[in-house]
T-cell receptor, first 114, second 115 residues
Framework: EPEVTQTPSHQVTQMGQEVILRCVPI?????FYWYRQILGQKVEFLVS????????KSEIFDDQFSVERPDGSNFTLKIRSTKLEDSAMYFC????????????FGDGTRLSIL | GDSVTQMEGPVTLSEEAFLTINCTYT??????LFWYVQYPGEGLQLLLK?????DKGSNKGFEATYRKETTSFHLEKGSVQVSDSAVYFC??????????????FGSGTRLQVQP
């Protein structure tokens, strides 16, 4: 069964550094998402992406965050200047189409900011 | 805005016991409802879904029925196994004029099944 893959599985970065989290969505999917889960808390929506542009973003997704689909297969989340509170598990998801198609999640990248 | 409320965990059961995890939601329109499961050290896996009122989603012995009148989507399983130990997330997705499709998650309920 096709799956969403994320790399790396664990990223350790110094505060203030830039970090790029990578995702390869399922190949025929059109909608892409990033979520995060701070340890012990609920999964929170960050941003959705369709047709090469952001379709929705939450209040968490401020100017330090950006997303890109550089080559038609990868979908990346960049955090420009990381803060301690960015430490979390980041999940990428993709879905096939409009309406109520389920979102399929990757295994996540654990980001630890020191 | 949309919200999902789940019963707090952990829920601890013996093997072969009956499971219910309560989930209620608030939405402005007609959302689709989902249960996701997160096994230790893994990502979120879709367990089941229901897209309209009175639909029943089912998978791997788990069931949940979309109850519009009570705005609920409780997860049930007749006989749990040790391998069902995981965190279960109730979620909704609502397509609105803005094109919103993002999932809104509950806080998760940890299930521990003892042999």
């Amino acid at each position: 069964e096709p799956e969403v893959t994320q790399t790396p599985s664990h990223q350790v970065t110094q505060m203030g550094q830039e970090v790029i989290l990578r995702c390869v969505p399922i190949s025929n999917h059109l909608y892409f998402y990033w979520y995060r889960q701070i340890l012990g808390q609920k999964v929170e929506f960050l941003v959705s992406f369709y047709n090469n542009e952001i379709s929705e973003k939450s209040e968490i997704f401020d100017d330090q965050f950006s997303v890109e689909r550089p080559d038609g297969s990868n979908f990346t989340l960049k955090i420009r200047s990381t803060k301690l509170e960015d430490s979390a598990m980041y999940f990428c998801a993709s879905s096939a189409g409009e309406g109520n198609q389920p979102q399929h999640f990757g295994d996540g990248t654990r980001l630890s900011i020191l | 805005g949309d919200s999902v409320t789940q019963m707090e965990g952990p829920v601890t059961l013996s093997e072969e016991a009956f499971l219910t995890i309560n989930c209620t939601y608030t939405a402005t329109g007609y959302p689709s409802l989902f249960w996701y499961v997160q096994y230790p050290g893994e990502g979120l896996q879709l367990l089941l879904k229901a897209t309209k009122a009175d639909d029943k989603g089912s998978n791997k012995g788990f069931e949940a029925t979309y109850r519009k009148e009570t705005t609920s989507f409780h997860l049930e399983k007749g006989s749990v196994q040790v391998s069902d130990s995981a965190v279960y997330f109730c979620a909704l997705s609502e397509v609105m004029d803005t094109g919103r499709r993002a999932l809104t998650f509950g806080s998760g309920t940890r299930l521990q099944v003892q042999p």
